[in-house]
């Protein structure tokens, strides 16, 4: 397995989003999303890897060839809720939400990198919002 650093792992699920048609990657890191202004929040969207450990038993890391590890990373984005009908706007962030997971383990390199869905939620950012929060499990080597 080819060795990733973190910011290449993070580079390339944001790169993957921000191939899908009106997605952009936000200016605010993971822990600060969801302050854009209004007219460029809607699929705007923050990775983040949030944590890391490896995953070989000790004494079987194997160095020379890159330590195996396990990161959890997470995509956050934003949907607007149209007023006039906040259903079907619902809908069409959970179909986004689908896109966006498609995008993400479209990234998987059997080579250098597997990544896992973990699961997803759902909440609200003020009104006529919601944030989708998707965490992934990517297997690499560092």
Excluded: C
């Amino acid at each position: 397995m080819t060795v990733l650093a973190f910011q290449t792992i993070r580079q390339r699920l944001a790169t993957a989003l921000s191939a899908l048609p009106g997605w952009k990657q936000s200016a605010w890191h993971l822990d600060t999303f969801g302050k854009d202004p209004d007219q460029v929040q809607h699929h705007a969207f923050a990775v983040g890897i949030l944590s890391s450990q490896p995953t070989a038993q000790p004494g079987r890391r194997q160095y020379p060839e890159g330590l195996a590890t396990s990161s959890q990373v997470e995509v956050r984005f934003a949907h607007r809720l149209t007023v006039d009908n906040q259903v079907a706007a619902y809908d069409a962030a959970l179909d986004a939400e689908g896109e966006a997971i498609t995008a993400v383990l479209s990234t998987i390199d059997r080579t250098a990198l597997h990544i896992l869905w973990d699961g997803s939620s759902r909440s609200s950012l003020g009104e006529g919002w919601v944030i989708i929060t998707i965490t992934f499990n990517a297997i690499h080597r560092i």
